[in-house]
């Protein structure tokens, strides 16, 4: 068995929300431990938006100019690598590696992300983030204008098709089975000339990530510049079950409006915790998590 370190707060994911958490405590003079695995969400989209001062850089860009400005913060320690269990101790936490190594804190924060489950049709998962896309305020105005897939059904369907209406008037709804829009639903689409395929998707025929054709399971086959991709996520750790962290019913880490799960101690930021899912709602939600346990731990020493 490796040595125990001790720090007085160790963040679990050290991507935009961590770091962003990491600055704040590292700001405060705090003794953190970032365990990060190094492999965000975002990490095959060519370029990120929609986030100030940063608007089409690379991802990897922005998460190399966050970690330089954190690790000027000489109390912020980082360990690569995935934090695998974690348990409660009298003083609480201790946090072991994949590989072993056994670190303990005052106070844990959360900021894994969330992991994406790629449908098993071919294609899917090479466009994913490049001509595949999740989300209108990141990729939608690159995409105005131009021929446009949305892979969904029932509310999820018609709220992607009411927003990206405002950036492309050529927009074709591919429910892959029995469409469930309710009859409203279906005249508004009409109404601003969205067609509606139901046809199960077998193959995205693409070149390097960008789709040319969808192919259809009865050989047919739509040309499209760009698909909204609605697809489910899990969490990537364990750690906040174990912990006895609640999850909504969508599935996120339930927290306070300060970042504070269910169980003492334990805090969460980012993807994991919000719906609304984007670098500057990381960097916010992991800037309040990382000012929250400061303030925890102020009014426990002060
Ligand atoms: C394809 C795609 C494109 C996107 N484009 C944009 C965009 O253009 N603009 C925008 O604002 N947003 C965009 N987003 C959303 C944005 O990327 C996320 O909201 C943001 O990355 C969330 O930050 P996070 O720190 O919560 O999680 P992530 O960035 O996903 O990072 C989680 C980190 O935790 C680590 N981790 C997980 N489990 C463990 C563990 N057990 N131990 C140690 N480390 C662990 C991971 O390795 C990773 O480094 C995009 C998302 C996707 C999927």
Not at 18 to 29: D, H, K, N, T, Y
Not at 35 to 54: K, M, R
Not at 272 to 292: F, H, I, P
Request: charged share 20%.
């Amino acid at each position: 068995m490796k040595d125990t370190k001790k720090f007085e707060v160790i963040i679990i994911g050290g991507s935009y929300a961590g770091l962003s958490a990491a600055m704040a405590l590292g700001r405060s003079l705090r003794k953190v431990l970032v365990i990060d695995g190094g492999l965000p969400c975002n990490i095959q989209t060519p370029h990120s938006h929609n986030f100030l001062t940063q608007d089409g850089k690379t991802p990897k860009e922005i998460s190399t100019i966050a970690k330089q400005q954190v690790e000027k913060y000489e109390t912020v320690q980082f360990y690569n690598g995935l934090a695998d269990t974690a348990t409660r101790t009298a003083n609480g936490f201790e946090i072991a590696t994949d590989t072993g190594d056994k670190f303990t804190s005052g106070k844990l924060i959360i900021a894994t992300g969330i992991k994406d489950i790629m449908p098993n049709i071919k294609g899917f998962a090479e466009c994913w983030g490049i001509s595949i896309i999740h989300c209108p305020y990141c990729h939608g105005y690159e995409y105005r204008k131009q021929n446009t897939a949305i892979v969904a059904n029932g509310a999820r369907v018609f709220h992607i098709a009411s927003l990206v209406n405002n950036l492309t008037e050529k927009i074709t709804v591919l429910t892959a089975g029995n469409t469930d829009l309710d009859q409203e639903q279906m005249e508004k689409l009409n109404k601003h000339h969205i067609k509606i395929i139901e046809k199960n998707i077998s193959e995205y025929e693409h070149n390097k990530g960008h789709i040319q054709n969808v192919v259809f399971d009865d050989g047919s086959k739509m040309s499209f510049d760009v698909a909204y991709a609605a697809i489910p996520f899990a969490q990537h750790s364990n750690i906040p079950l174990t912990l006895g962290c609640e999850l909504t019913e969508d599935g996120y880490i339930k927290i306070d409006a300060f970042q504070k799960t269910t169980i003492e101690g334990v805090y969460a930021c980012g993807d994991n915790s919000n719906m609304m899912r984007s670098v500057a709602n990381a960097v916010y939600s992991g800037n309040l998590a990382g000012a929250m346990v400061n303030s925890e731990l102020t009014k426990e020493q002060f």
